[in-house]
């Protein structure tokens, strides 16, 4: 099992021969392997519904000098086919953009002949957000350490610059700054599979902290200086042979750190920093409120966006989520499920959740499952104008809970 959880090697065979002993139980185990062929390319045409057509293509080599090594480069680019996760300003002009990623990647599994693996990152994209488009540059270190089958600690420290620009309110989502970071995270694993689990616990815990410090922003129109803290916990509990109960149980909160005062020119009073629109809290990902859309579920209780809000104090998320699932069969399983969740500024109220209930498809993969849900809204809302909201929404997922 540990040899073949390396990924090294395409064939492991192990033969016993007997002893000649007094103890027949004796016997010598000869393990015969053969390495894989590590070289890899693949690229991957298709259309995802956030965002269009893409085409993505990367070149894999593992096992670098024999030492388990990895090297990697990808890329992608897409084009977005609707604007509906845009703002209503952005929407209406109907700006095309290609959107693009590319990624370099290595891995170094022993840092100094010690077990802790290194994984080092170079990135560059440009991607669209809700009011405003982004050109990203981000260069990442993360040394994890396993402990055991069930618990791993990582620490990143990550340096991006980012370029804001074609923003709904230019002094507000236009401009260019710094963010360095460390990111020390903790994983408890007790579940008895990782791609399909039955019963058992997962939790996952992060802090991140931006500091001048370790290199981001201190100028004189913004500092940048906040944390940003996040737990995510899921439970499994077998209630029969083809009954599974499973739950999630999110939560993050961040502050903004840069709180000292400064006059503005014309007299008005502001803290020198805030938390940069790009690093708030959105529930969207294994976050999202199935039976909402992104522009939905990220609503403040003002009606407001959550990033059309400068946060210059604190801001919160919460997520939970409860499903049933039944078995019906070995790569097949249907489920009932609540969702609830919201995203809060300067105040955190557990009472004012959007929530939705629906069914979930789910067909099992050698990946994940391939999730197809369902959500009803409870408790539609009016958009401005008096509009009410859609009743529901259809997700397509891979392995998110």
């Not at 840092?111 to 990135?123: E, G, M, R």
């Not at 099992?364 to 008096?386: A, C, I, N, Q």
Request: proline residues 4%; hydrophobic residues 35%.
């Amino acid at each position: 099992n540990v040899l073949a959880s390396l990924g090294l090697f395409s064939q492991i065979k192990i033969t016993p021969l007997n002893i000649s002993s007094k103890d027949n139980n004796l016997v010598n185990l000869v393990v015969s392997l053969k390495e894989k062929n590590f070289g890899t390319f693949e690229i991957g045409p298709g259309f995802r519904t956030d965002i269009g057509l893409k085409f993505s293509s990367g070149i894999r080599y593992n096992n670098v000098s024999g030492a388990n090594r990895t090297v990697s480069v990808r890329g992608q680019v897409n084009q977005r086919l609707s604007f509906d996760s845009l703002d209503p300003e952005r929407r209406s002009k109907k700006k095309s953009l290609l959107e693009y990623s590319a990624l370099v990647n290595f891995i170094e599994p022993y840092v100094f002949k010690l077990p802790i693996s290194l994984n080092t990152q170079l990135s560059a994209s440009r991607r669209r957000f809700r009011s405003f488009d982004a050109k990203i540059l981000r260069v990442s270190s993360i040394f994890s350490k396993v402990f055991s089958d069930a618990l791993t600690s990582s620490m990143k420290y990550q340096f991006e610059t980012i370029t804001q620009e074609n923003g709904t309110i230019p002094e507000r989502d236009n401009g260019s700054f710094t963010i360095g970071s460390i990111t020390p995270s903790l994983s408890l694993d007790f579940r008895d599979n990782t791609i399909n689990p039955t019963k058992g616990y997962l939790g996952l815990f992060s802090l991140e902290f931006a500091n001048p410090a370790l290199l981001s922003q201190d100028k004189d129109d913004l500092k940048i200086s906040f944390f940003k803290a996040v737990s995510r916990q899921r439970f499994y509990f077998p209630i029969h042979d083809s009954v599974i109960l499973a739950m999630s149980v999110a939560f993050g909160a961040q502050k903004n750190l840069a709180d000292g005062k400064k006059i503005g020119d014309d007299g008005s009073v502001r803290k020198e920093g805030n938390i940069p629109s790009i690093k708030v809290f959105r529930l969207n990902g294994v976050d999202l409120v199935r039976g909402f859309a992104d522009d939905e579920v990220n609503r403040l209780e003002t009606g407001e966006d959550i990033n059309d809000i400068v946060v210059e104090n604190t801001a919160y998320f919460s997520n939970f989520k409860i499903e049933p699932r039944y078995y019906m069969g070995d790569n097949l399983a249907v489920g009932l499920f609540f969702d609830a969740g919201r995203v809060f500024v300067n105040k955190f109220d557990p009472f004012s959740q959007r929530s939705s209930v629906g069914i979930s498809f789910k067909y099992l993969t050698p990946v994940g499952t391939l999730d197809f849900d369902y959500g009803l809204k409870l408790h539609r809302r009016r958009e401005s104008g008096s509009k009410l909201e859609s009743p529901g929404r259809f997700h397509v997922s891979i392995g998110f809970f």
